[in-house]
Nanobody, 121 residues
Framework: QLQASGGGKVQAGGSLRLSCLAS??????????MGWYRQAPGRQRDLVAT???????NYASSLKDRFTISRDNAKNMVFLQMNSLKPEDTAVYYC???????????????WGQGTEVTVSS
């Protein structure tokens, strides 16, 4: 249901933009909150940022000055602009979304496959 892309290797101070596409077969109004989480080696998966369908954003407090989440409802996409990257930002970044299946009434939570970000010093 979710396909993340845009990860890669970058030097400290650089930028990356992650993209996540929810299946085009899903009507945009069936997608509620979308977001990004990350998991560094040996650590738990942590919140990076979420954004509601109306554009309300929530960030991990330590990241909001460098990261910006946005979405394009018409294209079923969510983005994460990451600036001034640091080695500690190295992690696998996962896309997440609350999606109501066509045949269902409730929203279910889905994860994308993850995209790897490596920041070298």
């Amino acid at each position: 249901q979710l396909q993340a892309s845009g990860g890669g290797k970058v030097q400290a101070g650089g930028s990356l933009r992650l993209s996540c596409l929810a299946s085009r077969s899903i009507p945009p109004y069936n997608i509620n909150t979308m977001g990004w989480y990350r998991q560094a080696p040996g650590r738990q998966r942590d919140l990076v940022a979420t954004i509601t369908r109306g554009g309300g954003a929530n960030y991990a407090s330590s990241l909001k000055d460098r990261f910006t989440i946005s979405r394009d409802n018409a294209k079923n996409m969510v983005f994460l602009q990451m600036n001034s990257l640091k080695p500690e930002d190295t992690a696998v970044y996962y896309c997440n979304a609350d999606i109501r299946p066509l045949s269902g009434y409730s929203y279910l939570n889905y994860w994308g496959q993850g995209t790897e970000v490596t920041v070298s010093s």
